[in-house]
């Protein structure tokens, strides 16, 4: 389990396959601003949180590493598909 919001950010750039730059140009900041992060030098504001759960498509309580849970988002879904979807979770957790 990850427990800081440094690891939490360099697992999730990681997973999509970012450097630190790459995500230091998608927030408009500095390569070293990232890299601060994820030595646990410094916090990211509230504006690059809330970038962060857009890029990484995740909630800001799982970014900050207050929760494992994740959650997807399938509000652009029809009905039918978002049924879909919740039966195969519930399949997936027997």
Known sequence: MILNIADRIKYLRDKVGMTQTDLAQRL???????NSWEMSLSSPSLQNIVEM???????????LASSDRLTVDI???????????LRLIDCLKR
Request: net charge negative; no cysteine.
């Open 28 to 34: 408009g900041i500095s390569r070293s601003a990232v």
């Open 53 to 63: 759960t857009k890029i990484f498509h995740v909630n800001a309580d799982y970014l």
């Open 75 to 85: 509000t652009d879904l029809k009905n039918e598909e978002r049924e879909i979807v």
